[in-house]
């Protein structure tokens, strides 16, 4: 299956109903050590820094699963 430009823009329009958006910043060689360290790790970046905030705040984030 390709992923066309209707793709592309359904997600997109997804993506704005379910989520909200943020920048990181980071110092300049910060984020590739950050990057290879959630991978090494198992998980990607917004995933490591999901569960970094879940875990400091003591609650669990809500995921699509918790909504239905």
């Not at 209707?6 to 958006?21: F, G, L, P, R, W």
Request: no cysteine; charged share 30%; hydrophobic share 25%.
């Amino acid at each position: 299956m390709a992923y066309t430009q209707s793709t592309n823009k359904a997600v997109q329009k997804y993506n704005k109903k379910a989520y909200d958006t943020t920048t990181l910043r980071v110092r300049k060689g910060q984020l590739e050590r950050i990057l290879q360290y959630a991978k090494e790790n198992g998980e990607s970046l917004n995933g490591y820094i999901n569960r970094l905030i879940s875990q400091d705040m003591g609650e669990k984030l809500s995921t699509a699963k918790d909504e239905s």
